[in-house]
């Protein structure tokens, strides 16, 4: 027979309080958040591939950030032919039809969790979700009838815009587009048009992360910071190291696991990195703009851990979080390059 303390009740009670809040810190971290079918965008004509809706899906603000927006765009890449773009229709992750769209997890930089993220954590944190397959640029009136496409990407940027604008984001303080990858592209192209629809009193800013193109900086007015590894693994598989440019496959093991690369191969990986650093120096020249170069081998980091973790990927000891923080609010210029770190790795 089990003796029991005086205590045993107290520290049972303890014991499940804890598990408890574990178990309902996870649920705030990993719970999906309602999707939002923009029905009135129909008439606009604003719609996906498929000619579904477009769709978005909103955490609402509290405490001191519920005069602040952060809409953060999903990424996906493009579809450069016909036959890309009709198979984005079925695809389950719903990239070309709010119909497959499943609902997506808050985390990183959309995150309800102070922890994870100190800065944004409760301002309302809205999800816009990717269905064009071209970043929100296309506007093309004639639809392709033979294959069900509507190209419509731009009609669809400005009509959940709009639904925002109607539900409270008029009147933000502060608003912030993000964006990875595709999303990350599309943060840059649209920046001045979010940056529009604000009144001169909001602090208007954008980040894009995984989504550098330099030709398009130099002619954006808002202030942008740039998130990306020097070592990009969707570029360095996609772009740098393709099938076509490498038939022999050479690259192949490098490309999926770094400890598998020769001592060429880091050679010519250091290469890109070098071509890359010096492309995105050129751009950066305004105070206003912010960036965070590190060399970690990973494609889109502020919506993952690596926005408020991960102690290798840190730059001037700071987070991507605490970069991106730190410039929104003017603290300070963060415009720093991992300078320590030569080769790409985990993080």
């Known amino acids: 027979m089990v003796k029991l303390t005086p205590n045993w009740y107290l520290n049972l ?84 039809s709010s119909k497959l769209m499943p609902e997506l997890n808050f985390t990183g930089i959309l995150s309800n969790q102070q922890a994870q993220n100190p800065n944004f ?54 608003a912030l587009l993000s964006g990875c990858s595709a999303g990350g592209l599309a943060s840059i192209l649209h920046c001045d048009k979010f940056h529009a629809y604000f009144s001169p009193s909001t602090r208007v800013k954008c980040v894009s992360d995984a989504g550098f193109f330099p030709h398009v900086m130099p002619h954006i007015n808002t202030p942008i910071f740039i998130v990306n590894s020097a070592y990009d693994k969707w570029q360095i598989s996609n772009m740098f190291a393709t099938n076509e440019s490498d038939p022999n496959g050479k690259f192949t093991k490098c490309k999926k696991d770094l400890n598998e690369c020769s001592t060429t191969q880091l050679k010519r990986l250091q ?9 995105v ?21 502020t919506d993952k851990a690596t926005w408020f973790a991960k102690a290798t990927s840190k730059l001037d000891d700071k987070t991507i979080a605490e970069a991106v923080g730190d410039w929104f609010y003017d603290k300070n210029k963060f415009q720093k390059i991992d300078t320590e770190h030569v080769d790409p790795h985990y993080c």
């Open 121 to 174: 954590y409760n301002w309302n944190r809205v999800y816009m979700r990717y269905c064009d397959g071209s970043s929100f640029t296309s506007d093309v009136e004639k639809v392709d009838r033979d294959n069900n496409l509507y190209y419509r990407g731009a009609r669809v940027f400005n009509a959940i815009v709009e639904e925002l604008m109607s539900i409270g984001m008029k009147d933000a303080q502060n």
């Open 13 to 96: 009670r303890c014991t499940l309080v804890i598990i408890c809040v574990m178990l309902l810190e996870k649920i705030q971290t990993s719970s999906a958040v309602k999707l939002t079918i923009i029905e009135s965008a129909v008439a606009k004509g604003a719609v996906c591939l498929d000619g579904s809706p477009p769709a978005y899906q909103f955490d609402k603000g509290f405490g001191n950030g519920v005069n602040n927006w952060l809409v953060h765009i999903q990424g996906g890449g493009w579809c450069d032919t016909t036959n890309d773009c009709v198979a984005r229709k079925t695809l389950i992750h719903g990239l070309g």
């Open 281 to 301: 120096s050129s751009v950066i020249k305004s105070s206003a703009e912010g960036m965070f170069i590190n060399t970690c081998y990973a494609h889109c980091q």
């Open 271 to 279: 290469d890109f990195r070098s071509d890359f650093l010096g492309t």
